[in-house]
């Protein structure tokens, strides 16, 4: 885990000798299935949103470990 603040990582790696591949290659995970329309109301989503941005995530990918959080929860 990095200690850097996200604009620090942006920095760091703005600098060409910082982007070399290091270490063996890592495969990424599968594809994801297709989209799922999900609708929240105005205030869920901008809480989502908020939350999304102080985690430095896209909002789907906050809510794709959210319910991935919950179904490992409910698993126990």
């Known amino acids: 885990m990095t200690t850097m603040t996200p604009n620090e990582e942006n920095a760091f790696y703005a600098d060409p000798d910082h982007q070399v591949p290091q270490g063996p290659p890592v495969r990424r995970r599968a594809k994801l299935s297709e989209p799922v329309p999900v609708r929240f109301p105005e205030d869920l989503l901008r809480e989502v949103r908020d ?26």
């Not at 939350?51 to 794709?64: E, K, M």
Request: no cysteine.
């Open 51 to 76: 939350h999304a941005a102080a985690d430095d995530r896209s909002v789907s990918n906050w809510i794709r470990r959210a319910v991935e959080h919950e179904l490992e929860r409910s698993h126990r």
